[in-house]
């Protein structure tokens, strides 16, 4: 198996090529989709995947597909450094569990240590974390070697970022690395992210 992710500005983009992948034959078992909460995702009646003993806001949600889809199973948890998220899928729970087996206040690089313990490279990984703080989604899976050239067409297709891009524009404010201390952006930070985004697009 290989671990195939992407970043995407839209969440709507990001809910494409879940859906796409599921089409392809993907299991919804070996997708997740995280995003961030202030992109208003309807989490109404689905839950709120709350630990006991997780620290301070913090949730997990171990949420598999089941018969509606990956998406039918989002729901909310919160990420250190992040803030909530709507989230469902292995990663999910993966960097729920890191939390919720910490003291409180989190566990270092739980989203970070999520990828990395599944093959996403180190530096990538903390780009991921990052654009998921200033209001992205990142969409993940585990795909067999015979349907990877298939799943990576599948997510290119639904606009995602470019890694190194977005890097260097990080880069550009003085950032090194995603920081499970830092406060969450605000709905204004992420506003004016996606503001430069699109700028740096034209």
Not at 7 to 16: E, H, M, P, V, W
Not at 34 to 63: F, P, R
Not at 129 to 147: D, L, M
Not at 158 to 164: K, L, N
């Amino acid at each position: 198996m290989r671990t195939i992710t992407r970043l995407y500005d839209s969440y709507d983009d990001a809910k494409a090529a879940v859906k796409s992948l599921e089409d392809a034959g993907i299991p919804s078992d070996d997708i997740s989709i995280v995003t961030n909460k202030a992109n208003g995702v309807d989490v109404e009646g689905q839950g709120t995947y709350a630990a006991e003993g997780a620290g301070t806001g913090a949730g997990v949600g171990a949420v598999a597909g089941g018969a509606g889809g990956l998406l039918a199973g989002l729901g909310i948890m919160a990420i250190p450094g992040v803030g909530p998220v709507v989230a469902a899928g292995w990663l999910a729970a993966t960097a729920a569990g890191a939390v919720a087996g910490a003291v409180a206040g989190g566990a270092v690089g739980g989203i970070v240590g999520a990828m990395i313990s599944e093959g996403v490279p180190e530096d990538e990984a903390h780009v991921y974390a990052e654009g998921i703080r200033r209001g992205g989604s990142v969409v993940t899976a585990r795909v067999e070697e015979a349907k990877l050239p298939e799943a990576q067409a599948i997510l290119d297709r639904s606009r995602p970022v470019d890694i190194a891009s977005r890097r260097a524009l990080y880069a550009e404010e003085g950032w090194t690395r995603f920081d499970e201390a830092a406060e969450p952006y605000t709905p204004e930070q992420i506003e004016a992210e996606r503001q430069r985004y699109r700028m740096n697009r034209l």
